[in-house]
């Protein structure tokens, strides 16, 4: 999201949000953003739950959508996990206070409306029609227990960096709710499009039985296998969704998954190779779904090992990739060269950052740094269609520079328990996606506050001063100020190198209508519906 603000003489504030614009009205000093192949028929019998009769035979309204992932969700709870498949698999069974739509333009969810009181408040009015899926109401009290248990340190929170410039939650009644910030914060609507709101009450069955109040309410889980949600009855959408029922069948071979996605047994492929796309677009029944997302594909190091925790040794990996190398055979053109933790179309980005490869500046600052013969590491990445093949490319690119990678590409799981939760790697390839602010991911991986500053612990105040200066502003000039000099330093010293990013294809049946693929890389599946 990049927050363009003007004021008029009505006290309107007009905000564009990639390309969408939303006009927003607003009292006395008010500020607002919004913004591997299947060889075998009882794999399926036992991972798809096949029914006697073929998905396309079964009517609408008892229709159960069929999706894959590619590995189990580590956590249930929609606050405590590590990486996209859990909230993937999860999203549907919860409701939060406002939503992005489908153009990433923020909109009513549990909250009908609401308004800046000033710079550091903001009040929320509640619907009065959603319901947990207990059957209790959700009412203002549950925002609150819902912020203040992500704001809890001890809870660890992926969010919690999020939100952290909440100060205060105070409710009046069962509808209202104000929010009062320790300082303004720029993004925060944004974030709380992504904190689910919970039952308190039902903390101790959240992370493997979920209670929401989203559209869909958990009904069975199965480890490695499935997940499967039900409609929920007395959801304030309820007649919009047509489909009985979601199942998230875990597939970490792509090759699993595409066959079964070709043979009618799952409606949605939800992650294709890039490399199948044309073939996939010959398919008969099948519709190519193609999102150009806020991504980036980047290297991380564990900053507190050697020989990475030398800036010299970071830049020259930056320094030895060909871009343009992963763009093409990964991605099939279909994504462009990242040289920074913003986009190239980014007004924060700076021209001066676009670095082609340099061999030979990158040998010299290896042999600068007591290296030039090179060095052997280990690099880790998750085996997926995507960072699977960025691993061997970069597997290449640094032996031209006497970097001996062992390369390691677990399942997404297993990638996620050792990479992210574990700590335990010197290099990593990695996926993210954001909103299109500069806040994220800076914020996220580098200041010590961040929800992922832990797996890479990087070191510079003078950075972290000027992430907090950026966000802490609501107008365009201020924060290009404070996240040019940032991202200057970042380019610098890389602790993260960026990659690229990427267009990402879905594939689904040609009789689903209503399937959401957004720029954040997050699904809606609550208006799907299926035609003859």
Known sequence: MFEDIQESDSQQKVVHVWGATQKIEGGKGMKRILSLIVCFAVLFSTSLGLFSTSLAEQGNANRILQVSLEGSPD???PHVFSGSLSMWSTSMMHDFLIKFDDQLNIVPGLAKSW???????????????????NGRKVVAEDIKNTYERVLDEQVGSRYRAHILAIESIETNGESEVILKLS?????LLARLTQVAIIPIEELDKIANEPVGCGPFKFSEYEFDQYIEMVKFEEHYDAENVKISGIRFTFLPEYNAARTAFLAGDLDILLWADPADIPNLRNQENATVVETELLALYYIGFDLTRAPFDDARIRKAIYLALDRQQYVDQVLQKNGKPMYALVDPLSPYYDEKWTTQQRIDEAKKLLADAGFPDGFTTTVVTPNTPVEGPVGEILQSQL???GINVKLEKPDVATYLDQVFTRNDFEVMICGTTGFGDPDDPSYTFLHPDGSNYK????????????????????????RKQYYSEAFQIVYDEAPIIPIMNETRYSVIHNDIKGFVARQNLTYDFSHITFTD
């Open 115 to 133: 308004e800046y009181i000033s710079d550091t408040e903001i009040k929320f009015i509640l619907r009065d029609d959603a319901f947990f899926h």
């Open 399 to 401: 032996a031209a520079i």
């Open 75 to 77: 956590s249930l709870d």
């Open 183 to 187: 300082y303004p914060y720029s993004p």
């Open 455 to 478: 797996n890479f612990k990087y070191q510079n105040q003078e950075v972290w001063d000027l992430l907090e200066k950026g966000r802490s502003n609501y107008t365009e000039e201020d």
